[in-house]
Antibody, heavy 118, light 110 residues
Framework: QVQLLGSGPGLVKPSETLSLTCIVSGGSISSYYWSWIRQPPGKGLEWIGYIYYSGSTNYNPSLRSRVTISLDTSKNQFSLKLNSVTAADTAVYYC????????????WGQGALVTVSS | QSVLTQPPSASGTPGQRVTISCSGS????????VYWYQQLPGTAPKLLIYSNNQRLSGVPDRFSGSKSGTSASLAISGLRSEDEADYYC???????????FGGGTKLTVL
C-alpha cells in the first residue's frame, strides 16, 4: 500500500518559488508516474504534471514554463517547484501516483495548502 | 474553463439513481479512457472508476461508468447519504499531451 506525505511552506510571496516535497512509503519509487495535481479553494482539479521513474517528465502546457518536477530515488521522494508565483497559484497541492500516465491516480497525499501572499 | 464539461450540481433522494455526465471531444474522451473520482469534503479525491467502466476494488457496485463517443457518464444507484460529494471526470488529451479534468459536479443527497 503506497502512502504519500506532502510537505512544504504554507505561505509563499508573489514572484517567488513554491517548493513542495512528497515522501513515498510502502512502495517502490521505481514504478508509477509521480504526479502533482492542484485545487484552488472552492474550485476544481488541475493536473500539473508528472515524472516517471526513468526521469522523463510531462507538464501541463499552461504551467510548463514555470514548473519543474524532480525525483530523488535515494530518499524515496519527489518534488515540485513552481516559480514566479502569483495569487492565482494559491491552491491545495496534491501529490499522487498515476499507474498509467494517463490519469489513473490511485494513491493521493493528504494535500498541502499553499497561499501566495505578501 | 475546464476541457471536460460536467454539470455543476446534481441531486437525488436516498435510494434513487443519479447520473452525472462528462462531455469532451475527439482528442480526449473520444480516444482515451475516462476516469471518475469522488472527493468528500476536506479530503483528497478517490479513484472510483477507471478505463471507462471498471470499478476499483472496494468500490460498491452501486457506482458504474459508461462511455459513448465523446461523452461519459457516472451512475450511482441506491443513493445513500454518504455519496454526497464532488465528482470529477478525467481523461488524457492527445492535443494537450496531458491529463484534463472536468469542472466537477457537486452531488447533494436530499
Amino acid at each position: 500500500q503506497v502512502q504519500l506525505l506532502g510537505s512544504g511552506p504554507g505561505l509563499v510571496k508573489p514572484s517567488e518559488t513554491l517548493s513542495l516535497t512528497c515522501i513515498v512509503s510502502g512502495g517502490s519509487i521505481s514504478s508509477y508516474y509521480w504526479s502533482w495535481i492542484r485545487q484552488p479553494p472552492g474550485k476544481g482539479l488541475e493536473w500539473i504534471g508528472y515524472i516517471y521513474y526513468s526521469g522523463s517528465t510531462n507538464y501541463n502546457p499552461s504551467l510548463r514554463s514555470r514548473v519543474t518536477i524532480s525525483l530523488d530515488t535515494s530518499k524515496n521522494q519527489f518534488s515540485l517547484k513552481l516559480n514566479s508565483v502569483t495569487a492565482a497559484d494559491t491552491a491545495v497541492y496534491y501529490c499522487a501516483t498515476d499507474a498509467s500516465g494517463w490519469g489513473y491516480f490511485d494513491y493521493w497525499g493528504q494535500g498541502a495548502l499553499v497561499t501566495v501572499s505578501s | 474553463q475546464s476541457v471536460l464539461t460536467q454539470p455543476p450540481s446534481a441531486s437525488g433522494t436516498p435510494g434513487q439513481r443519479v447520473t452525472i455526465s462528462c462531455s469532451g471531444s475527439s482528442s480526449n474522451i473520444g480516444s482515451n479512457y475516462v476516469y471518475w473520482y469522488q472527493q468528500l469534503p476536506g479530503t483528497a479525491p478517490k479513484l472510483l472508476i477507471y478505463s471507462n467502466n471498471q470499478r476499483l476494488s472496494g468500490v460498491p457496485d452501486r457506482f458504474s461508468g459508461s462511455k459513448s463517443g465523446t461523452s461519459a457518464s457516472l451512475a450511482i444507484s441506491g443513493l445513500r447519504s454518504e455519496d454526497e460529494a464532488d465528482y470529477y471526470c478525467a481523461a488524457w488529451d492527445d492535443s494537450l499531451s496531458g491529463v484534463v479534468f472536468g469542472g466537477g459536479t457537486k452531488l447533494t443527497v436530499l
